[in-house]
């Protein structure tokens, strides 16, 4: 054998270094308002899943980001009707940089700001923490899929809420990942609709975790981690059909109490949920209010999938000719759509909220 041969990064083109973590923040810094908009995000949230606020929380927007513009836009719209329906409801607004691929497509913003397959990654990630420093600064809380195990570091400081989608609630790297993360984080239930994975991602998530990840200077290191506490299940359906209905929820809330979790759950209103059809979130929506004004006290969120425009559409060879403020991953309701469903949800529940059982109490009855 000749020793010459080569034996690493065979198929690895080329590398380029990234600014650390500790370099975008220093770039692009949080004000102290932001801070405040991020803390508040998260004790709120928090105290919903704790049931000392007897509100539900609702992550609502696009769902992806690839529009800076068209998402300031929809923040100014979502403040306002966030204040309007606070007294019952605080609003989340869905900011997700990054998107899973079956096969291959666009990755999300933080890989492919320009949607031209240029993958300016640096760019992106400023891109997406000049977005979210901006949305703080606006007194709006953001939530967001963790995805890459290095991108938190960049962003989570900003971040009040955050998902492990549905191919990665099995995945042990972003279990551990998700240990250390400072936000309250909802695990989706698998693609194919069972609760396995997700109760098993809850006990993992729970518990400390070392492994190996990046310090905020970009070295790196054993990250050590305490656990979330604050870690709950979303149901989204899955290749079987919807499990947004009273019996799926009661067993849900079974199965969580057979394993020792709290009984939080939050709806995704689309994907499975909906049949991939965005127009139907409206009708899982008022569903799942009318088992909380029939007594259900498990169910302390959701999620909706909602842009300015209805729908979505394909990306093109230029990003130019896409249509404003119209998604182009999954079909989303449009704004005013998006008004209906919490004004109508709002309504719902609003008298019945104050009534629900807290979990304190709950033991007590077990």
């Not at 499990?243 to 079974?254: M, P, R």
């Not at 995704?268 to 569903?287: E, P, T, Y």
Request: aromatic share 4%; hydrophobic share 35%; with cysteine.
């Amino acid at each position: 054998m000749n020793n010459n041969t080569p034996l690493e990064d065979l198929n690895v083109l080329s590398e380029e270094r990234l600014m650390t973590p500790a370099e975008l923040k220093k770039m692009v810094p949080l004000s102290e308002t932001g801070m405040e908009t991020v803390a508040n995000g998260r004790r709120t949230i928090k105290n919903i899943l704790e049931r000392t606020d007897p509100r539900l929380f609702l992550v609502v927007g696009p769902c992806s980001i690839h529009d800076t513009e068209a998402a300031i836009d929809y923040a100014k719209r979502l403040k306002v009707l966030a204040e309007e329906v606070s007294d019952t409801l605080y609003l989340v607004m869905r900011v997700y940089f990054e998107k899973p691929r079956t096969t291959v497509g666009w990755k999300g913003l933080i890989n492919d700001p320009h949607l031209n397959n240029s993958f300016n990654i640096s760019e992106g990630l400023t891109t997406g923490r000049k977005l979210l420093t901006e949305l703080a600064d606006m007194g709006i809380p953001t939530s967001t899929e963790a995805l890459d195990p290095v991108s938190p570091q960049y962003l989570q400081d900003l971040i009040s809420w955050s998902a492990i989608g549905a191919r990665t609630t099995e995945s042990q790297t972003h279990r551990e990942m998700a240990s250390g993360l400072s936000s309250a984080i909802g695990f989706k239930n698998g693609t194919d609709g069972g609760l396995g994975v997700a109760l098993n991602a809850l006990h993992s998530v729970s518990t400390p975790h070392r492994f190996l990840g990046i310090n905020h200077e970009g070295e790196v290191s054993v990250i050590h981690t305490r656990g979330n506490k604050h870690a709950h299940i979303v149901l989204r359906g899955g290749n079987k059909g919807s499990n947004y209905d009273a019996q799926s929820v009661a067993e849900c809330e079974a199965a969580l109490e057979k394993a020792g979790h709290e009984a939080n759950i939050m709806i995704d209103c689309s994907h499975a949920n909906s049949d991939k059809d965005h127009n139907r979130q409206r009708n899982v929506m008022q569903d799942v209010a009318r088992q909380i004004v029939d007594g259900n006290d498990s169910i302390i969120g959701f999620m909706v999938e909602s842009n300015i425009g209805e729908g979505n559409q394909k990306l093109t060879d230029n990003p130019a000719d896409l249509k404003y403020g119209v998604s182009i991953t999954d079909a989303c309701v449009d704004w005013e759509t998006t008004e209906a469903m919490v004004r109508e949800l709002r309504d719902q529940v609003k008298e019945i909220l104050p009534q629900r059982k807290t979990q304190q109490e709950k033991r007590k009855v077990a």
